[in-house]
């Protein structure tokens, strides 16, 4: 089955830079890759997603990009701010009801 | 419009008691999943619904653990003689189409499961 890898595990920017999270994937028939963001407390919410025939997509200040040679991709965050702070999900599907989720990676902006 | 709602939020349970946790889905989605968040850990898939059948139940961890859904809407998990390692935060998921590449998932709040 498909597995996903996600890092960091753990993330801490300086208001205003830029965060980058990275997933890795082992299906190569997976054509599906969404991001959740989990405040604390409260629901996942889908974020972005993107489709293996594009290679990036941009959303204001988020950003996925998708490398299917390497199986990888990665989220983006410009100009961060304190209201980013979260636990970020990637997944990887074949298109299917199938997601596998990453780990997480839970995003620290320090004003 | 409303979204998933989860009940009850928190739960806390002795050891060896059953519990049961609900999931209401939005109105008109016909894919239903339950999912668990452990400390630390990923989003672990347990069951998907397709209507009111379950396809696909390779993720319930132990025969302790069983789902139903009734209606086309709303579904239950159940675990029997809960342990303390089922603690964790249990997320229910919809979707208009069992298909996440052309209908995202919208989750719940979660129940939050804790075995004493």
């Known amino acids: 089955g498909e597995n996903v890898e996600q890092h960091p595990s753990t993330l801490s920017v300086q208001e205003g830079d830029s965060a980058v999270i990275k997933c890795t994937y082992s299906?190569?028939?997976?054509?599906?890759f969404p991001w959740y963001k989990q405040e604390l407390g409260k629901r996942p919410q889908l974020i972005i997603d993107?489709?293996?025939?594009?290679g990036e997509k941009k959303d204001q200040r988020i950003a996925v990009t998708l490398n299917k040679t390497a199986k990888h991709f990665s989220l983006h965050i410009t100009e961060t701010q304190p209201e980013d702070s979260a636990v970020y999900f990637c997944a990887a599907s074949r298109g299917s009801y199938q997601l596998t989720f990453g780990k997480g990676t839970k995003l620290s902006v320090i004003p | 419009g409303a979204g998933v709602s989860q009940s009850p939020s928190n739960k806390v349970t002795e050891k060896g008691k059953d519990v049961e946790l609900r999931c209401d889905p939005i109105?008109?989605?016909?894919?239903l999943y339950w999912y668990r968040q452990s400390l630390g850990q990923g989003l672990e898939f347990l069951i998907y619904f397709q209507g009111n059948s379950a396809p696909d139940k390779s993720g319930l961890p132990s025969d302790r653990f069983s789902a139903e859904r009734t209606g086309g809407s709303v579904s239950t998990l159940t675990i029997q003689r809960t342990q303390q390692e089922d603690s964790a935060v249990y997320l229910c998921?919809?979707?208009?189409?069992?298909?996440?590449?052309?209908?995202?998932?919208?989750f719940g709040n979660g129940t939050r499961l804790t075995v004493t």
């Open positions: 993107i489709r293996s025939n594009v």
């Open positions: 299906d190569s028939a997976s054509n599906y």
């Open positions: 998921a919809s979707s208009f189409w069992g298909s996440s590449y052309n209908s995202p998932l919208h």
């Open positions: 109105s008109g989605h016909t894919a």
